[in-house]
């Protein structure tokens, strides 16, 4: 057997297990017959020791040794951060919140007119 394990890139869908992580690998290939791209999705359960990788970073995973029953690699490095979105303060919540209702009952009162 060959020492060299295999790596993957792929995207990170989901980091909702405590240092899992599931990776979306995509490989296209064009079809002998048909000419045709064909696109090949497969997710992969990959291990992240210290929880650094979050959903949409672009990321190096590894081949390992058996983890647990479905995880059988891990997280080399984090290739690129994905852009995080800016959250909504409390104040910003509660004052679309207001003017949502306000704009609710004008409609409200129009439509009894």
């Known amino acids: 057997m060959s020492g060299k394990r295999k790596e993957m890139i792929g995207r990170v869908v989901s980091t909702k297990m405590q240092k899992t992580i599931v990776v979306l690998v ?12 064909v696109t090949r999705r497969k997710k ?8 650094e990788a979050h959903e ?3 990321v190096l995973i590894r081949e390992t ?11 080399v490095k984090i290739l690129k951060k994905a852009e995080l979105i800016p959250t909504l303060s409390e104040e910003n919540i509660e004052e679309n ?8 009952g004008d409609l409200n009162d129009n439509a009894s007119n």
């Open 65 to 75: 040794r058996p983890l647990s029953k479905e995880k059988r690699w891990k997280l």
């Open 26 to 37: 995509e490989q296209t290939y064009t079809h002998p017959l048909y000419k045709k791209t």
């Open 44 to 51: 992969y359960k990959a291990h992240d020791e210290l929880q």
């Open 56 to 58: 949409g970073d672009i």
């Open 97 to 104: 919140i207001t003017n949502n209702s306000i704009r609710e």
